[in-house]
């Protein structure tokens, strides 16, 4: 082999050893956590549109979409979105093109709520998660033909007081480390459940077509009334 295809086959040897060195590196810091992948939709704008003095929120056909309570109202902006939204006043109205059943929406967006915002849905469902934390927690939930979830388990979720008042089939329900001081609730053929969390004092105001999902001690705690249904 003549000497000058030597030196090729050397310096061809070398960049190949060169780039699997690198590659071998860079796999060992992403296993050590020191890298991570990133996907199309770690890209995409996630910041929040503002709402100042916001006391009421309506929303309809609204599917999938995270709650947290902050001190403004405010919507996650996307390039392209799905829910469309307009101020009245102190009201804030939230329509979406995909409803409770709507299975085709999977790309939710995050709200922000007013610590004691008024809040009624329609067709919706929501997933309330912890934001900043006050001691002066106070929403009012209407819900009808919609879902509301309090979901403590990623941190504690706190609240002063909630009413719900959940009407046509809907439902609503607490899990993991969730804590209200005083919940009530009203039930019209729907549905409330209470799961690992805890409350000062709950009273349930309900008709013989709703159902209730609630542990003993929380059973034993709990102020129950049974109307006729309407």
């Given at each position: 082999m003549k000497k000058s295809n030597k030196l090729l086959?050397?310096?061809?040897?070398?960049?190949?050893?060169?780039?699997?060195?690198?590659?071998?590196?860079?796999?060992?810091?992403?296993?050590?956590?020191?890298y991570t992948i990133f996907h199309e939709a770690?890209?995409?704008?996630?910041?929040?549109?503002?709402?100042?003095?916001?006391?009421?929120?309506?929303?309809?056909?609204?599917?999938?979409?995270?709650?947290?309570?902050?001190?403004?109202?405010?919507?996650?902006?996307?390039?392209?979105?799905?829910?469309k939204y307009v101020r009245k006043g102190d009201t804030l109205l939230i329509t979406g093109r995909h409803g409770i059943h709507d299975q085709d929406f999977d790309y939710p967006v995050e709200f922000h709520l007013p610590y004691n915002v008024r809040l009624s849905l329609h067709n919706s469902s929501l997933s309330f998660r912890p934001g900043k934390t006050t001691v002066?927690?106070?929403?009012?939930?209407?819900?009808?033909?919609?879902?509301?979830?309090?979901?403590?388990?990623?941190?504690?979720?706190?609240?002063?007081?909630?009413?719900?008042?959940?009407a046509d089939s809907s439902a609503v329900l607490f899990h993991g480390n969730t804590q209200v001081n005083n919940l009530e609730v009203q039930l019209t053929n729907s549905s409330f459940e209470y799961g690992d969390g805890n409350f000062g004092q709950l009273s349930i105001i309900t008709d013989s077509l709703s159902r209730l999902s609630l542990q003993l001690k929380h059973l034993l705690k709990a102020n129950i009334k049974t109307i006729a249904p309407q």
């Amino acid at each position: 082999m003549k000497k000058s295809n030597k030196l090729l086959l050397a310096g061809f040897l070398a960049v190949v050893l060169l780039i699997t060195a690198i590659h071998i590196s860079l796999y060992a810091k992403y296993k050590n956590g020191d890298y991570t992948i990133f996907h199309e939709a770690d890209l995409s704008p996630q910041s929040m549109e503002p709402f100042p003095n916001i006391l009421f929120v309506s929303m309809r056909n609204v599917s999938g979409a995270t709650v947290k309570f902050s001190d403004v109202a405010g919507i996650e902006k996307f390039e392209e979105s799905d829910i469309k939204y307009v101020r009245k006043g102190d009201t804030l109205l939230i329509t979406g093109r995909h409803g409770i059943h709507d299975q085709d929406f999977d790309y939710p967006v995050e709200f922000h709520l007013p610590y004691n915002v008024r809040l009624s849905l329609h067709n919706s469902s929501l997933s309330f998660r912890p934001g900043k934390t006050t001691v002066q927690n106070n929403p009012v939930i209407y819900l009808q033909k919609s879902q509301a979830f309090f979901s403590g388990t990623e941190a504690p979720l706190q609240f002063t007081h909630v009413k719900v008042i959940a009407a046509d089939s809907s439902a609503v329900l607490f899990h993991g480390n969730t804590q209200v001081n005083n919940l009530e609730v009203q039930l019209t053929n729907s549905s409330f459940e209470y799961g690992d969390g805890n409350f000062g004092q709950l009273s349930i105001i309900t008709d013989s077509l709703s159902r209730l999902s609630l542990q003993l001690k929380h059973l034993l705690k709990a102020n129950i009334k049974t109307i006729a249904p309407q």
